[in-house]
């Protein structure tokens, strides 16, 4: 029987790949000892632990549907960041605000510009609106501003701009986001990804929130994902001018962040010393790893948030597979145009140690030069 015709862009539309998870992984490969996943960038302390109170205390009220437009949630991001209510939208994760982001922004043929090496789920989302996806190469591993400013033309509606980059790592400064940003024409929205921002402490970080402040056209997002650890739950948030936070809510779904999902950010968001401590276990787990990399002589970049991009000589599925079967579960970059390189999430000091014991007996395995090899 013939099949009903999808729209004929969705051809175009490869499905996002994720992280596999250790059940998947242990199913297929009939693997015994514990598996450990450092493939999607998840807190490995786990979640906050005021969140997972809160929780509890919720469950008996999940017959109700949830407080729709997010009232207390946006109130309390309100108050912390001393943005208006009415600038701020909550998602079902941050990856929601990107695609209303685009089914609001985005007609058939319009030009959405990002970075090669993005975060995918933008070009997806970009493709599925059939747009014109302008993909920009990155330019010594971090986004090409000035590339990306030359790109723009009249049919540019949206830029997504990730940053920290994923699965790279490399952030843009603030001199040069807010040069970006000055020379923007008005007619285009800048979606600001800012996923990782709470591990970073560097005074180079340019914070989104100011260009918000400064009337600009952004969208700037943020997620209880990963330091907040609750990737699980699906909850994030952005701000924007009320204008374009009411054409966004225009194209959600009713009810787009769950009941739960709300409550656990909430007490997350007060859980400082959970944040704290993640931050300190996340800079203590890159240090090892990038004194590992050296040592092994591996190409590798300084990330600003809990993943690191490392480089290998081979197709990095032949070492994919290897750790996998050594119950550590990595990530692939292929799809990001890296075919050599895997990105892998810091975990607890006892796996990473894991990790990086897997990865010499697989380089020494592969009889790929390591200094003890030499
Ligand atoms: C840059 C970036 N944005 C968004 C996300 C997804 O966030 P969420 O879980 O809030 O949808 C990720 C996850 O890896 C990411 O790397």
New binding site residues.
Partial sequence: MALPLPRPNLERVVPYKPGKPVEEVVRELKLKGPVIKLA??ENPLGPSPKALAALRKALPQLHYYPEDTCYYLRQHLSELYRVDYDSIIVGN????L?YLACLAYLDPGDEMIISAGS?I?ARIAGTIMNANIIQIPTREYRHDLERILASITPKTKLIYL?NPI?PLGTIVNRKELAEFMAQLPEHVLVVL?E??AEYITSRDYPRGLDFYNQNYNILV?R????IYGL?GL???YGFARPEIIQTLMKVRLPFNANRAAQVAAIAALSDTRHVKRSRQVNEAGKAMFYREFKRLKLFYLESYANFVFVNFTVDSSLIFDILQRKGVITRTVKEYGFPTALRVSVGREPENRRFLKALNETLAYLRISTPAAD
Avoid: H
């Avoid at 997620?223 to 990963?226: A, G, Q």
């Fill in positions: 999607s960038n994760g941050s990856v929601d990107i975060f789920s990730d994923n990804d996923a990782y997002l997620t209880f994902s990963k990737a699906r909850i994030g």
